[in-house]
């Protein structure tokens, strides 16, 4: 593909074309050697548009109301003349490739409105949900001018890992009487967040929302912060009355503030550069490794000998990495 060929898609994307920015995140998306070659030339050329947005990224134990939330949050921020983009990670068909859930099916008030942009994207089991190229499409939808982008996660493995990697501002979503989920959170988890919302505080609910607020403030006691200069709170909100959440931008723009006038934000953002580049060095690198010639004709056996005891996986491995460098 030339430069001309790129061009429909960088001035799409600039111009703010929805339609050129659905099929540049296709095209980022695809699997095909060439549509890669053609989406890194075209991220290039989009990258020095990039870097304005505020970068939000959204995660969840199950039930507690993500997509609810997202909407509502969205909506907040239209009101406040915000644009917005959702890159919602959903699980990936077995058969299809292609993500289950939709974005009309999940957030239909916002999906409609033209100041925003909502794209399910396939997990394809990568990063414990996050879509490999989650970033990029980041990228895409910053060069396209919207004020905030929002990355909604499954909220398992190490999807919290990821999110975290990519996003300014990382928010985890309890549910009110969650008493159990706290208990069980990880540690690690509690040491990525930048906040938590304790969503469904209304009707009866209230008093065990405030319950869980507390249990949260604890939890996070015990743990270490993410930023020195930035301690997580814990918020209380009703996604389904929008109550709450203007209070939990509000904390997301003092955040912003606090990590810019520090210089956190621009040192952050510069090693979560650098992490994505090694995540890819691996990632190409064991994509090479299983397209080897030479694997692929020792593979069989070195896996058969391991299922029948034979051999040590250790040893297995060490015999298929020193195959590697003799060939």
């Known amino acids: 593909m030339t430069s001309s060929d790129i061009q429909p898609y960088i001035e799409g994307v600039l111009k703010h074309n929805r339609r050129m920015i659905s099929k540049t995140i296709t095209l980022i998306e695809s699997t095909l050697p060439a549509h890669k070659k053609t989406a890194r030339r075209v991220v290039d ?10 970068r939000l990224g959204i995660t969840g ?26 890159l919602a990670v959903d699980p990936t068909s077995i058969r299809s490739g292609g993500s289950i859930l939709a974005d009309k099916t999940r957030m239909e008030k916002l999906s409609v409105e033209k100041n925003a942009f909502i794209r399910p994207s396939p ?4 990063l414990g ?44 979503l309890m549910i009110s009487g969650a008493g159990d989920e706290i208990q069980g959170m990880k540690k690690g988890v509690l040491e990525l967040v930048d906040a938590i919302a304790v969503n469904k505080a209304d009707g009866d609910n209230i008093q065990n929302a405030r319950f869980a607020k507390k249990q949260c403030e ?18 209380t909100c009703s996604a389904l009355n929008v109550t709450g959440i203007h209070e939990i931008w509000d904390t997301v723009l003092q955040h912003r503030e606090k990590m810019s006038s520090t210089g956190e934000l621009a040192m952050k953002r510069e090693k979560q550069a650098l992490d994505w580049m090694w995540f890819l060095v691996k990632e190409g690198l064991l ?6 010639p030479s694997v692929k004709t020792i593979m069989p056996q070195l896996e058969k000998a391991v299922e029948e005891g034979t051999i040590t996986p250790t040893a297995a491995a060490d015999r298929l990495i020193c195959f590697l460098e003799d060939t």
């Open 45 to 54: 050329q989009l990258l020095p548009y990039t870097g304005k947005a505020i």
């Open 61 to 86: 134990v199950p039930g507690a109301g993500k997509s609810t939330f997202i909407e509502a949050l969205g909506m907040v921020l239209l009101e406040q003349r915000y644009s917005v983009a959702v």
């Open 123 to 126: 997990s394809g089991g990568t």
């Open 129 to 172: 949900g996050v879509a490999s190229k989650t970033r990029e499409a980041m990228l895409v939808c910053e060069a396209a001018g919207f004020d905030v982008v929002i990355v909604e996660t499954l909220g398992s493995g190490q999807s919290e890992v990821a999110v975290s990697s990519m996003v300014d501002f990382f928010l985890l």
């Open 218 to 235: 604890t939890a996070l006691h015990f743990s270490t912060p993410s930023s020195p200069n930035w301690s997580p709170p814990v918020r």
């Open 287 to 292: 994509e090479w490794f299983y397209k080897s």
